[in-house]
């Protein structure tokens, strides 16, 4: 990152040093009033704050035995440096004259999908209307920011986690915004360059194969550590146990602080007390009745390529479990029910000789027939599983919900369906659907069938969102969702009755956007027999004023509230949650 090398001239003479290329890609003209059709649909801005330059903010224990600093290194590591400098260099060369659009980072991260630097708990933040009384904690989203410039190809999926924070309560409000502190973060702020490879962005075809060699080659040299995690922690976010979980898939979770001026520390990666050894897909489920915690891990090098555990309530881990499936498959979320979890077993898979064969590791086979599977809650092997072959084209990236119907012998899934399966991430989303969509399995017969909710689905795409979080695994009246339009921003939200069919839009307005609507239930409070009672929680940016806010909505009549307008641009993002102020003194 240019701007941030230059405010320290030691940082950059350490890159130098350490076998990393400076030259990152070329800039493109500011465009900021020009309007640009590209596949995230926002003008091409590509500017790169100024990050505060400061020590790591992680305190894991061992933080201090590794790893960070710049080495002593002998004559055959200074070599090692300047080959693998050159290497690089000849790849990022290669590579930057040939970025599609999907891998360009003047598209996947133009407009308000630019990174901001860290923002310190700003307080009495203006508020429009009136917040709730009800709502006393704090809510969190989480995204992708990346700390550098990225040097060559750079997917929105790859930037480094940033939690936003607003704090409510007392008639007070307050902000901050930090980097989760991974241990891929925080190598590469001290070397001062990205080094890690990025997963999406540049992992493809042969310069793919060539930049793992090179990272792991680094690594056996001694001038970077790959041992303690690669992932950057930037998509779900999870409350559970007295900790904040901060998650992506490829990696461990990391555990977030909440201190009580609303700011965030990284307290580390967390692996269960030394219980989970495998990464975590970013979307467990939280039992409303039980309070266990169910969970996935994928391996996409070998078998197992899926296993399944949980957690209880006070944080102990059952028995892994394998999931027999032949080939790794892309599986960003599950479902649970009373009694079952639910696993989707779908088309979009990872192959890695597509990757030796020039292609893209993440692929569509469309020979494969597309499954669920349904384990028991209580299982502790998976000879009781139940595959059942789905429709086509049922490739949810996210499940809703899903629930039992004992009469019919059924399992009901609500998802939203995705088509192209593969367009996110292979760079055909200008043709995207997201049809949200019952599907039904007969657990006896092993039937299914598939249905769109919406009587007009090709009219709407409906991604990201939720139900009450009271009723997941239980039959459920309504989900909200983001109205992705254009993909993949959001022009609103809508309530969906997933009974009827019926939606009701909450529109943001002109050149206004936002992402998850977030529900937060009243039900939390006070016994109250209503579904629906309770408010969404949006992250709103204004693209005109370039100002963003926190707007709390009335989940019942889609009627605002409040609005809270933050102190700085917030950027599109991922997931979020809400920790209530009686859970925050009980934090680990």
């Known amino acids: 990152m240019a701007m941030a090398l230059s405010s320290s001239s030691a940082s950059l003479h350490l890159g130098l040093g350490l076998g990393f290329p400076t030259r990152p890609i070329r800039k493109k003209p500011n465009l900021r009033n020009e309007v640009i059709s590209c596949t995230l649909n926002s003008p091409s801005v590509f500017h790169y704050p100024k990050q505060p330059n400061k020590r790591p903010r992680i305190t894991e224990d061992d933080a201090s035995k590794c790893r960070h600093h710049p080495p002593r290194w002998n004559l055959l590591q200074k070599g090692a440096s300047m080959a693998f400098d050159i290497l690089e260099q000849a790849l990022l060369n290669y590579d930057n004259l040939n970025l599609p659009k999907n891998f360009d980072p003047h598209v996947q991260i133009a407009g308000n999908y630019a990174p901001v630097p860290e923002q310190s708990v700003s307080h009495s933040l203006p508020v429009t209307g009136a917040i709730p009384d009800c709502i006393n904690g704090v809510y969190l989203r989480n995204g992708a920011n990346p700390l550098f410039e990225p040097l060559g190809g750079h997917h929105l999926f790859d930037g480094d986690g940033m939690i936003h924070a607003v704090t409510i309560g007392g008639g007070c409000t307050s902000y901050a915004c930090r980097f989760t502190e991974t241990e891929r973060l925080v190598q590469e702020r001290s070397i001062g360059r990205p080094v890690f490879p990025k997963t999406i962005g540049e992992l493809h075809g042969h310069s793919g194969i060539a930049r793992l060699l090179l990272f792991y080659a680094r690594g056996l040299f001694g001038l970077i550590d790959h041992r303690h995690g690669t992932g950057v922690a930037n998509a779900g976010l999870v409350y559970f146990n007295g900790h904040l979980l901060a998650m992506s898939e490829e990696d461990l979770p990391y555990h977030v602080r909440i201190t009580p001026s609303g700011d965030l520390v990284t307290a580390g990666r967390y692996n269960f007390e030394g219980q989970l050894d495998s990464p975590m897909v970013a979307h467990p489920k939280i039992d409303p009745d039980s309070g266990e915690l169910f969970a996935l891990s994928y391996n996409f090098t070998h078998k197992p390529y899926l296993t399944h555990f949980r957690f209880s309530p006070d944080g102990k881990m059952s028995p892994k479990i394998e999931i027999p499936v032949e080939i790794p498959t892309m599986m960003h979320d599950f479902a649970i029910t009373e009694n079952f979890v639910v696993i989707p077993d779908q088309q979009v898979v990872f192959n890695l000789r597509k990757m030796i064969n ?45 629930w039992e119907e004992t009469e019919s012998n059924e399992v009901v899934v609500i998802g939203s369906c995705m088509t192209p399966p593969d367009s996110i991430f292979n760079g055909q989303d200008e043709d995207l659907k997201a049809i949200l969509t019952e599907i039904r399995f007969n657990l006896v017969t092993g039937d299914s069938a598939r249905r769109p909710i919406v009587s007009k689905p090709e009219e709407v795409n409906l991604e990201v969102g939720m139900v009450n979080q009271s009723l997941v695994g239980r039959k459920t009246r309504y989900a909200y969702l983001a109205i992705t339009e254009p993909w993949p921003k959001a022009c609103g939200f809508a309530k969906v009755d997933l009974w009827s069919g019926e939606i009701k839009k909450y529109i943001y307005g002109d050149q206004r956007y936002g992402g998850e609507p ?71």
């Open 518 to 588: 977030y529900f937060l239930g009243r039900e939390v409070y006070s016994d109250c027999e209503r579904e629906d009672d309770g408010f969404i929680m949006v992250l709103v940016h204004d693209e005109k004023k370039w100002r963003s806010e926190l707007q709390i909505v009335n989940a019942i009549d889609l009627k605002l509230e409040a609005s809270v307008e933050l102190p700085n641009r917030v950027p599109y993002g991922f997931h979020g949650t809400f920790v209530h102020a009686s859970q925050l003194p009980h934090q680990a």
């Open 358 to 402: 020039g292609g893209s590791p993440v692929m569509y086979d469309d020979k494969k027939t597309p499954r669920f599977g349904f384990l028991p809650k209580n299982a502790t092997d998976s000879s009781n599983l139940i595959w059942v072959d789905s429709p086509a084209d049922t490739f949810c990236f996210h499940l809703w919900n899903a």
